[in-house]
């Protein structure tokens, strides 16, 4: 486990240091504030990561602390900087939902309330983010009473198993993320473009690594980074700074994940609770559309993932993600 955890640490060195030289994008007065809504209703199901919700707030780039802001250009260079606070919550169930106990070796019940700070930094080629995570995952980050509560509303089953979750401990996870933007060429009057991602993260929450990339055509494409979804997936966070009134691009991407550790499968750290064995390598496969106009962003992300943990049903797992963000 040392050896592991170190390299981990060193993943997260080698992103965050990858600095260079390179042109700033336009500083911009304005701030963002993106809701995101996570859901595997589109598929048409209720398990797994059955739903995640998060609000950000992405600040002006002229707004950055002073420490902050050398911090950023100590690790990756020159650089345009935003600072990102955000309040994420995501919900795991099992397959059986209406089974009390719930069946061994199935996900377990799980939620996990998190809070995050980070640095953004952008040049006209590359993306450089830094986020720390702090929360709680168990009865304490609410996931029975928001389940359970909209199933009331909507006059759907509640969900039997929440007396089992993963029991309550405190959360903490530092990633690191580096995407480029590499010019295509254009098909017809429509650029292209393609994302290529690296990421790590380290902490009780996670420990991962993932790689993989985005193709995108549309107009506009150095308005940002590709469309954002909550992590640990492939993400192009929720900052961007429209070059034209009009924005659009379709997209389809990939990624791959190593995974070392991830409490919701893991279970508790320092006492016993429900917990499976979690499937190494993960893969997804994922594809939309984002739309930007007079500064709205809204964008949909379809995801394709393949097991989590080893007797996870056959078949890819797939769920929707929608954002709204607006700037002002």
């Known amino acids: 486990m040392r050896a592991l955890t170190f390299s981990a640490v060193s993943a997260i060195l080698l992103v965050a240091g990858l600095a260079g030289r390179a042109r700033a994008q336009t500083a911009d007065p304005n701030s963002i504030v993106s809701l995101d809504l996570e859901n595997d209703a589109p598929a048409g199901t209720d398990r797994y990561y ?82 720390f995570d702090i929360g709680m995952i168990g009865p304490a980050a609410l996931g029975e009473e928001v389940q359970n509560g909209f199933h009331h509303l909507i006059g759907d089953t509640p969900n039997k198993g929440w007396g089992y979750q993963i029991h309550n401990e405190p959360l903490f996870e530092i990633i690191s993320d580096r995407t480029y933007r590499v010019p295509t060429g254009h098909i017809g009057m429509f650029e292209t473009d393609f994302l290529p991602d690296l990421t790590v993260g380290l902490g009780n929450e996670r420990i991962y690594a993932l790689t993989g990339g985005q193709f995108r055509i549309g107009q506009g494409l150095n308005t940002d980074f590709g469309a954002p979804r909550m992590r640990p997936g ?19 991407g990939f990624d791959g994940q190593a995974v070392l550790h991830d409490i919701t499968l893991n279970g508790n750290s320092f006492e016993n609770s429900a917990s499976v ?32 943990f080893n007797e996870q049903a056959p078949g890819l797992f797939q769920y929707g993600v929608f954002t709204l963000s607006t700037r002002f």
């Open 50 to 131: 059955t739903s995640g919700e998060a609000l950000n707030y992405i600040s002006p780039t002229t707004t950055v602390p002073d420490w902050l802001a050398r911090a950023g250009h100590v690790l990756w260079g020159d650089g345009t900087q935003r600072y990102s606070i955000g309040l994420d919550q995501s919900l795991f169930t099992p397959l059986y939902t209406q089974v009390n106990p719930p069946v061994p070796g199935d996900r377990p019940y799980a939620a996990e309330l998190t809070g995050n700070f980070g640095l953004i930094q952008e040049t006209q080629n590359y993306r450089s983010t830094i986020e």
């Open 234 to 252: 492939l993400t192009g966070s929720y900052a961007y700074t429209p070059t034209q009134p009009f924005v659009w691009y379709a997209f389809a």
């Open 277 to 308: 064995g979690l499937t190494p390598f993960v893969g997804e496969f994922q594809a939309g559309l984002a739309l930007i106009y007079r500064g709205v962003k809204v964008s949909y992300t379809e995801v394709f993932q393949t097991k989590e």
